[in-house]
């Protein structure tokens, strides 16, 4: 049985007559990457704030990193980190210390947290900057020391929301493997983000969240094969063998210079071997077979119903 870092159920949030959070249900598999998605205003940051102490929830029941959040708020907050829009950073002080002022709010002691302010440094490549005043540094390495002084704590248990807004694509790619290494050592990851791609290329899962409410939720390849538009494309060494499965299927857009032809579909493995096996029954070779689904982008504007820009 698989364990889980948050089990949430029936979780609601109003402010006064706004309700921003209604009966939502969550679970999350410890050691795993979990994307909340949703439009602004969707309730994210409000599930963020509950599941990490923040504020108290309306109703419902939480646990995290095992423990019960209403009864044991103080063992919940020993096991998570959180690492929210706007950094925690103080700019004044230098990347040094900044670390060994959270290893002092963490009550380790004066050699451990120079121990551990050392490791993370080196670990989150800030250890020639280590000594500068933190108003120096570029937005990604203000969000690498960020990060870093959540790890200060050791979590098993991580909130990041919306952690790379405002980065460049490449320190935004140096997060995403930061994040995966992270998770590779045992941490999970609960991650909230409005960059669709961000989502797709580090999440586990991803749930949808709209009008406080989960709205859908599965793997990136799941949610993709729900919203139409998926084909599969076929390319043929000849015009005889791309008529010939055109009359086949029946179905489709064929591309006579290209010699290809899209068969809708939604990608999935069973339906690749029928068409797989169709072909081979007419005995019709294909040169070339490539998968092509929705974004998810398409996913976003089709079960939300906005035309919201995602950055």
Do not use: C
Request: charged share 25%; no cysteine; proline share 4%.
């Amino acid at each position: 049985m698989t364990n889980l870092a948050i089990e949430a159920h029936g979780l609601r949030k109003s402010y006064g007559d706004k309700v921003v959070l209604d009966g939502v249900d969550l679970a999350v598999a410890e050691g795993t990457i979990f994307s909340l998605l949703g439009p602004n205003g969707a309730g994210k940051t409000t599930t963020v704030q509950i599941l990490s102490t923040l504020v108290p929830a309306d109703g419902g029941s939480v646990r995290v990193a095992g423990h019960d959040l209403d009864r044991h708020p103080d063992d919940v907050r020993g096991a998570i980190g959180v690492t929210g829009q706007y950094s925690a950073v103080d700019k004044l002080l230098t990347g040094e210390e900044n670390l060994l002022l959270m290893a002092d709010l963490w009550h380790l002691s004066r050699r451990d947290g120079a121990r551990k302010a050392a490791e993370l440094l080196d670990r989150f490549d800030l250890g020639e900057a280590a000594g500068r005043p933190a108003s120096t540094y570029s937005g990604g390495m203000q969000r690498r020391l960020d990060l870093a002084m959540t790890l200060v704590g050791d979590p098993r248990l991580i909130f990041l929301d919306e952690p790379t807004t405002g980065l460049d694509p490449r320190s935004r790619r140096a997060m995403w493997q930061i994040v995966r290494d992270l998770v590779a050592t045992g941490v999970t990851i609960f991650l909230t983000t409005q960059y669709l791609e961000e989502a797709d290329q580090l999440a586990d899962r991803i749930a949808v969240l709209d009008h406080g409410r989960l709205i859908a939720e599965g793997t990136a390849e799941e949610l993709k094969r729900r919203i139409p538009g998926g084909h599969i494309a076929l390319t043929f060494a000849d015009q005889v063998r791309l008529d010939a499965a055109r009359q086949l299927f029946g179905a489709g857009i064929a591309d006579p210079d290209a010699l290809t032809l899209q068969v809708p579909s939604d990608g999935g493995v069973r339906a690749i071997r029928e068409l797989l096996a169709r072909l081979d029954e007419r005995s019709i070779d294909i040169d070339d077979l490539s998968v092509h689904t929705p974004d998810l982008d398409d996913v976003f504007l089709t079960l939300t119903g906005r035309q919201e820009a995602t950055r």
